[in-house]
């Protein structure tokens, strides 16, 4: 596919949408995550706040990477089976809905959340943490993207991730990646403490790093960026988290 990747912020929006809007090929994203498009390591983690297009565009670059002419083969997880249909598996569609490049190009097999590249035969396979078995028989994997490990709810735990993580490799020597999105809401989790806290296992310089909030997102809209910006003033604490994507420590508001 013949995908040009543009990078915009707040500035240079306009000017850039109405140079090259017009042409189908030409797909916009928040420019703080330009550089980490064709980076490959082992572990590449995008945090912050709400509204970021975090999860947006992770789907996108999956897509992308998808109808590209390397192998490619990757598996998505959320919780549960019912959360990843429901948001990544949904935001695939949405994006192959929406894209004019993308639209004819992908069959997808709703009930086993699989979506195949027809010319490439390169593919993303959806599954869960509740009911890992699915992802485990998945052969030659290059990619694992794992959406919310952090939430409010529960987090997974080390020996699922590293359950379904330890099963991707493939034989044509493409470096395996392990994608996390996430809203940095708490550090009782494997995710800040292998990555972030003081007795980390991971150097800061073998995994990607990418904090992007909501203000980092020029599509954002309005409204949400107002709901954010009054958070600030109603409820400080949670905006640090919410707002700003610092490490949050939620407490049990009603035991």
């Known amino acids: 596919m013949n995908i040009n990747i543009v990078g915009v912020n707040a500035e240079n929006k306009t000017q850039l949408i109405d140079k090259y809007g017009k042409y189908d090929n030409f797909i916009f994203i928040p420019d703080i995550f330009i550089k980490s498009i064709n980076e490959r390591k082992n572990y590449k983690i995008w945090r912050g706040s709400r509204y970021s297009a975090k999860s947006w565009t992770k789907a996108l670059e999956l897509l992308i990477n998808c109808g590209g002419d390397s192998y490619f083969r990757a598996i998505y997880a959320r919780v549960t089976q019912k959360a990843a249909r429901d948001s990544q598996f949904q935001l695939f569609q949405d994006l192959l809905s929406r894209y004019k490049i993308l639209r004819n190009e992908f069959i997808i097999e709703k009930t086993s959340m699989k979506i195949i590249h027809k010319k490439t ?38 020996r699922k991730f ?14 395996t990646q392990a994608h996390l999105t996430f809203n940095p809401i708490a550090k009782n989790n494997f995710v800040y403490e292998d990555f972030y806290s003081d007795n980390k296992v991971y150097d800061s310089d073998s995994f990607e790093d990418i904090v992007a909030n909501y203000y980092d997102n020029p599509f954002c809209p309005q409204d949400r960026i107002d709901y954010l910006d009054s958070m600030k003033k109603r409820d400080y604490t949670r905006w640090l988290v919410d707002g700003a994507g610092e490490w949050g420590q939620p407490e049990v508001q009603s035991p």
């Open 121 to 158: 035969g390169n593919y993303l396979q959806g599954g869960s943490f509740e009911n890992p078995e699915g992802l485990l028989s998945v052969p030659d994997l290059t990619d694992f993207w794992c959406e919310e490990p952090i939430s409010r709810d529960g987090s997974i735990d080390r």
């Open 162 to 175: 590293e359950d379904i993580y330890g099963t991707a490799r493939n034989p044509y020597g493409i470096t």
